[in-house]
């Protein structure tokens, strides 16, 4: 048990207990209670570093003031000033001497290559008055959409003379372009002059599929090296199963995609493409060109077939008619629908009539068909016409007017980007458009409108279709083709194998 006179706390300030100091005493002899034992006695008694946040004004707060004044005036009358220290002058050398060991210095790269990249200069060397240029560079470059061969060289630096003498030699054999993203193999060489281009001294490229083209400067003159490529023309058929999709069925069976397309957009003419269900059977034979060089170019689909587990079989031939080509039936029959069911991918949004307008406030005739559809979808043309009007057009922003002719003619407003011109002839399904919020509009969608006689009429209340029936040579033709078609072998492994044989002296003869 301890008794309170063993403790002894102050108010206002925190002090060492006087218990201690006693217990200390009586663990020590007396012969030991010197000077050292007060010292430490007095250590146990004096708090020296109180908290100056606490018991301001007593005498224990001004003790811990008074110390921490003191310190920190011993610190400052012992700091060494902010005088700068004496030392040796900057440079003590040579600029000559100073460059030469700089260069063999770690210094901050702000200088480049002028220190730390290189060995400085000594007499011995000469500056040279200009600097040589390379003999020749070689650049790759490449034809960019809508561009021309003529403006990727001009871009690439060769001159406006070789350029025109180059148009003069192979024009005749890259009449119809050369196809955007062809590489550009390109050398100059040695100019006479600085204020003179470079001399075009070699270009190869890839005029067409079955061409290569070589240009080389021989006796200061270009000349034109022709490489026929070997090329197969066989279309290309592709047969498979439904499975969960036709898309990714028809992809792993190694279809394009622009066949795959166009073939949905073929048998979505005929069937729901969601009745198409797993277990049926697709055909599809589209134009391929396959030179030995590997390169392959996918052409038009030639041929669409389904056969389903449950319905009517489906074979569907394009033929060309007259100055038409269209898709016509095993039997020869064809369809041209004048009007498409949507001129965009998407669901309509508004009807054709009385409404409130979403942005003026009041009531009026909404005199045509929205459909809601992405930003930049592309807009189709619903049938063959000519495009009388492509512009600003008030209201309806960036609109297009296509005249179908007995009358009938169709508007599409609130475009983004207009892509057909006045007085250019679009064939059904060509896109004139994409989808926009130009005008008075809320938000992207299309605006579709029909008019009959001026007058404007619900587009969803029209709908002609014409027929045409081969006969005579052309439906001989026409099942001739369609039964050469059919017997083409399905896959890719017969074709390669042929051009495999012929890769070997297809290219350089």
């Known amino acids: 048990m301890f008794h309170e006179s063993q403790f002894d706390v102050q108010q206002g300030g925190a002090t060492a207990s006087l218990w201690m100091a006693d217990s200390l005493r009586r663990d020590v002899p007396a012969r030991k209670r010197d000077w050292r034992f007060r010292l430490?006695?007095?250590?146990?008694?004096?708090?020296?570093?109180?908290?100056?946040?606490?018991?301001v004004g007593s005498l224990t707060w001004f003790r811990g003031f008074f110390t921490c004044f003191g310190l920190c005036a011993a610190a400052l009358s012992l700091s060494p000033g902010f005088h700068p220290l004496?030392?040796?002058?900057?440079?003590?050398?040579?600029?000559?001497?100073?460059?030469?060991?700089?260069?063999?210095?770690?210094?901050?790269?702000?200088?480049?290559?002028?220190?730390?990249?290189?060995?400085?200069s000594t007499d011995a060397v000469e500056p040279l008055r200009e600097t040589p240029e390379r003999p020749q560079i070689e650049l790759s470059a490449q034809i960019g959409s809508s561009d021309s061969l003529g403006r990727a060289l001009s871009r690439a630096g060769v001159s406006g003379d070789d350029i025109a003498t180059i148009n003069a030699l192979?024009?005749?054999?890259?009449?119809?372009?050369?196809?955007?993203?062809?590489?550009?193999?390109?050398?100059?060489?040695r100019r006479t002059s600085r204020d003179r281009p470079?001399?075009?001294?070699?270009?190869?490229?890839?005029?067409?599929?079955?061409?290569?083209?070589?240009?080389?400067?021989?006796?200061g003159a270009l000349q034109v090296k022709r490489t026929a490529i070997r090329v197969?023309?066989?279309?290309?058929?592709?047969?498979?199963?439904?499975?969960?999709?036709?898309?990714?069925?028809?992809?792993?069976?190694?279809?394009?995609?622009?066949?795959?397309?166009?073939?949905?957009?073929?048998?979505?003419?005929?069937?729901?493409?969601?009745s198409i269900g797993a277990g049926d059977r697709y055909d599809i034979v589209t134009g391929y060109r396959r030179a030995a060089t590997g390169d392959v170019e996918v052409g038009e689909l030639l041929y669409a077939g389904l056969r389903r587990l449950r319905g009517k079989a489906i074979?569907?031939?394009?033929w060309t008619s007259g100055d038409h080509s269209e898709w016509y039936e095993a039997s020869g029959v064809g369809e041209r629908r004048g009007v498409l069911s949507a001129p965009v991918a998407g669901h309509i949004s508004s009807g054709f009539g009385i409404r409130r307008h979403p942005i003026l406030g009041y009531t009026r005739m909404h005199a045509g068909v929205d459909f809601a559809a992405r930003y930049g979808s592309p807009i189709y043309a619903v049938t063959d016409g000519v495009v009388s009007f492509a512009g600003r057009h008030g209201g309806h922003g960036n609109y297009v007017r296509l005249e179908h002719g007995g009358g009938i003619a169709t508007g599409y407003a609130h475009m983004s980007r207009i892509a057909a011109m006045p007085g250019e002839h679009v064939r059904r399904g060509q896109v004139i458009g994409y989808v926009g919020s130009t005008g008075l509009s809320t938000g992207p969608h299309l605006h579709y409108e029909m008019y009959r006689g001026g007058q404007t009429i619900n587009p969803l209340s029209v709908t002609f279709t014409s027929t045409a029936q081969l006969a005579g040579h052309d439906l001989i033709a026409f099942r001739a083709r369609l039964a050469e078609l059919k017997g083409l072998p399905a896959g890719l492994q017969e074709r390669r194998a042929k051009l495999a044989a012929a890769a070997s002296v297809a290219v350089g003869q």
């Open 232 to 274: 197969d023309s066989t279309p290309l058929r592709i047969q498979g199963v439904v499975g969960d999709s036709i898309y990714r069925s028809a992809r792993a069976a190694g279809a394009p995609p622009k066949a795959i397309q166009a073939f949905l957009r073929v048998i979505a003419q005929q069937v729901d493409l969601g």
């Open 170 to 189: 192979v024009g005749g054999d890259i009449a119809a372009g050369v196809r955007p993203g062809t590489p550009l193999d390109i050398i100059l060489g």
């Open 315 to 318: 074979d569907m031939l394009k």
């Open 198 to 219: 470079r001399p075009l001294d070699r270009l190869a490229f890839r005029a067409r599929l079955d061409l290569g083209l070589e240009l080389n400067r021989v006796g």
């Open 40 to 55: 430490e006695n007095w250590a146990l008694n004096v708090d020296l570093v109180p908290d100056l946040g606490q018991n």
């Open 86 to 120: 004496p030392g040796a002058p900057a440079r003590l050398m040579s600029d000559a001497q100073y460059d030469e060991v700089r260069s063999q210095m770690i210094t901050p790269l702000a200088l480049g290559a002028d220190s730390g990249r290189r060995m400085g």
